[in-house]
T-cell receptor, first 112, second 113 residues
């Protein structure tokens, strides 16, 4: 069964810093990987989707990379802002599976 | 384009009762998935519907059921509620293939007392 781990569980940084969130998964036979953010008590907002054939995706200040063979993905956030404070979740989808396997998330706090 | 909508947003029920939650996907999306989120277990997959057929099911008891209508709207039902069913229930929609992005609704917060 696919297991997804996110480290660290919580991260606090001063505004303006660049930061990296990590995601690892046990079964490298994935179809794609998706990063989400979740604000307290809210639903999930999709940030980036990386297909298994891709190495990275970028959207604004966000860059996600995927190394399928090693079972790892990173989410890089440039010039962090207080509005980036949220929980960030990664999720993978395997071949033949129509569901996402989620990590436990990294709770990010950006201090003004 | 309107996003995924879920109703109601909040529910308070008593143990033993049943509840029905509703999800309207993004227009044109034919796949709807349901997830349960709790502090202890995180996000867990319940089931997925595509074109009115359940395609995939997670490891939940039979008290959890769902259906999808011809307009792709979906409902999930939980019977004989237990305290442990208190959670945020999220639905996600997509075009249906494995390569497609999943878009989530705001969730329904269910509290069982």
């Amino acid at each position: 069964k696919q297991e997804v781990t996110q480290i660290p569980a919580a991260l606090s940084v001063p505004e303006g810093e660049n930061l990296v969130l990590n995601c690892s998964f046990t079964d490298s036979a994935i179809y794609n990987l998706q990063w989400f953010r979740q604000d307290p008590g809210k639903g999930l907002t999709s940030l980036l989707l990386i297909q298994s054939s891709q190495r990275e995706q970028t959207s604004g200040r966000l860059n996600a990379s995927l190394d399928k063979s090693s079972g790892r993905s990173t989410l890089y956030i440039a010039a962090s802002q207080p509005g980036d404070s949220a929980t960030y979740l990664c999720a993978v989808r395997g071949p033949g599976a129509n569901n996402l396997f989620f990590g436990t998330g990294t709770r990010l706090t950006v201090i003004p | 384009k309107a996003g995924v909508t879920q109703t109601p947003r909040y529910l308070i029920k008593t143990r033993g009762q049943q509840v029905t939650l509703s999800c309207s996907p993004i227009s044109g999306h034919r796949s709807v998935s349901w997830y349960q989120q709790t502090p202890g277990q995180g996000l867990q997959f319940l089931f997925e519907y595509f074109s009115e057929t359940q395609r995939n099911k997670g490891n939940f008891p039979g008290r959890f059921s769902g259906r999808q209508f011809s307009n792709s709207r979906s409902e999930m039902n939980v019977s004989t509620l237990e305290l442990g069913d208190s959670a945020l229930y999220l639905c996600a929609s997509s075009l249906g293939g494995e390569a497609y992005e999943q878009y989530f609704g705001p969730g329904t917060r269910l509290t069982v007392t």
